[in-house]
């Protein structure tokens, strides 16, 4: 092997990567902290860097390099797995003309504040035509693919490698066919009291109570802080600079925690990839489903447990007792797992949850085979959610601008999300016939649950494909059905169906 052509591309992944950095920093900022007056500046700005990264990226020299490294037999094979990956991800961007790769970034930076400012005001007029926009910018970019797979087929492949629509139609087909029936039985069930969480929780407390949770999950803050937002999502340059970020709510004392929860578990994912892939497509090239997976499984299959909360309930009632101090915790426990069709996503229970994406789901097919407009579309989301959860939203805040997904042209994105609880009740079911999970969590040892997710999983970044793991993990293909099961169990003990 020539290690001289293999050192040469290293130095490229390394350019690669800084300029990466950059962008990832000024996203974060434009999410958080950054003055919304000076956003066409740093987008026009940031734009200029996605041009530069794009001319470093596209290379013909660079092409050449790589062509020359795959065709050497003895290759090591994490070096020939991360220059695969990087090739891929490349040729299909080299197919993008450079003037038209740097309009559609400046483009989809304006598109996230027309977002933002349309949710602000509950206005979906406002955002209509960037989404319209998008869908167009979308549609000509995978074009120049040209591919024979459906255009939406070939964005669901890039955020879940192997699914497509007819993929995804089995499995929300399987959720259609399980779920709604039982969410049916459930709302007819006896109501379970939870009106408690909805009291007026000062914020300032609420951060108070954040610190024994970051405590207790240990997000040391050597690789990790934490941050707010509108919409809370998670960022990483490389395993020891992890952004978490959060969103606190004053009549909702969980929304914050599960929020955290939920990003954490991005972050451990990050965090605990070998540090020898910083830098590389095998630390960042994680398909969405298996970074899902881990979220969804640290909010909901950790978080939601009473183990957890006996572990950090007292805590909550010493913070708020004139709300929480006559509230058992049984009764607390019993309160965060109600299921109830409510508008967000976001703060959605476990049984209703895949329904939400579900509907995201039918509307991007429908976006992008013709069959639903923009148009009214907010009206046709609000139809949709009647007809699968019985409710509709009042305002398009709480409706179809509650996601920032589509103003920042993450399409084909929202299916990973159910695709993750999913997968992660596959992981769960294996890890606990090996861990003691509840007592781990009851006795404060989470971080041993996240040793197990490292050994098992985090540690090899995309290494290997989803389905290659989960199979090493679990000893079998992917299977629904464990994720179905868990919540007909759940639910109907819960609510003594």
Not at 303 to 309: D, L, M
Not at 334 to 343: D, E, G, I
Not at 450 to 479: P, S
Request: hydrophobic content about 35%; glycine content about 6%; overall charge negative.
């Amino acid at each position: 092997m020539d290690k001289n052509l293999l050192q040469q591309y290293n130095e490229w992944e390394k350019r690669v990567a800084a300029y990466q950095m950059a962008l990832s920093l000024i996203e974060v900022d434009k999410q958080t902290v950054a003055p919304a007056a000076g956003a066409r500046y740093r987008n026009e700005k940031a734009a200029i860097l996605s041009g530069e990264q794009f001319s470093l990226r596209t290379d013909p020299a660079q092409a050449e390099l790589r062509a020359k490294l795959l065709a050497m037999p003895d290759l090591p094979f994490e070096d020939r797995r991360r220059i695969e990956l990087t090739d891929k991800k490349i040729r299909n961007t080299m197919v993008i003309p450079k003037d038209e790769f740097v309009a559609f970034a400046e483009f989809r930076s304006n598109s996230f504040v027309a977002w933002r400012q349309a949710k602000q005001e509950n206005n979906y007029a406002l955002f209509e035509p960037y989404l319209k926009q998008m869908i167009e910018y979308k549609k000509k970019i995978y074009s120049y693919r040209n591919r024979p797979e459906p255009i939406y087929d070939q964005m669901l492949d890039d955020y879940e490698p192997g699914m497509d629509m007819v993929q995804y139609d089995a499995f929300f087909g399987l959720m259609k066919e399980r779920l709604l029936p039982l969410i049916h039985d459930v709302q007819q069930a006896r109501p379970i009291e939870d009106s408690f969480l909805y009291q007026d929780y000062p914020v300032a407390g609420q951060k108070e109570f954040m610190e024994t949770i970051l405590r207790y999950i240990g997000a040391d803050r050597s690789w990790c802080y934490q941050n707010e937002t509108e919409h809370p999502f998670t960022s990483w340059l490389c395993e020891n600079d992890i952004r978490l970020t959060t969103k606190y709510v004053p009549n909702n004392v969980s929304a914050a925690v599960f929020s955290t929860v939920h990003e954490s578990g991005h972050g451990y994912y990050t965090h605990n990839v070998a540090p020898e892939y910083d830098g590389t497509v095998l630390y960042s090239g994680i398909s969405s489903g298996m970074q899902e997976s881990q979220s969804r499984l640290c909010e909901n299959y950790l978080g939601r447990t009473k183990a957890f909360w006996e572990a950090n309930y007292a805590r909550l009632q010493q913070i708020f007792p004139r709300q929480l101090g006559s509230v058992s915790l049984d009764d607390f426990v019993r309160a965060v797992n109600v299921s109830r069709p409510t508008l967000v996503r976001t703060r959605a229970d476990e049984l209703t949850y895949p329904i939400h994406v579900l509907i995201r789901y039918e509307l991007e097919k429908g976006l992008f085979d013709g069959s639903i407009p923009t148009e009214g579309l907010d009206r046709t989301w609000n139809e949709m959610y009647q007809k699968y959860l019985g409710i509709s939203s009042p305002t398009a805040s709480q409706g179809i601008l509650q996601d920032v997904h589509w103003g920042e042209g993450l399409i084909g994105y929202f299916p990973t999300y159910a695709l993750g609880s999913a997968i992660a009740a596959q992981f769960v079911r294996t890890m606990r016939r090996q861990l003691d999970v509840d007592e781990l969590l009851r006795t404060g040892h989470y971080t041993d649950i996240i040793a197990w997710l490292k050994e098992n999983i985090h540690q090899y970044g995309c290494l290997y494909d989803a389905r290659d793991i989960l199979k090493r993990v679990t000893g079998e293909d992917f299977n629904p059905e464990y994720y179905v099961e868990y919540l007909e169990n759940k639910y109907k003990a819960l609510y003594a169906l």
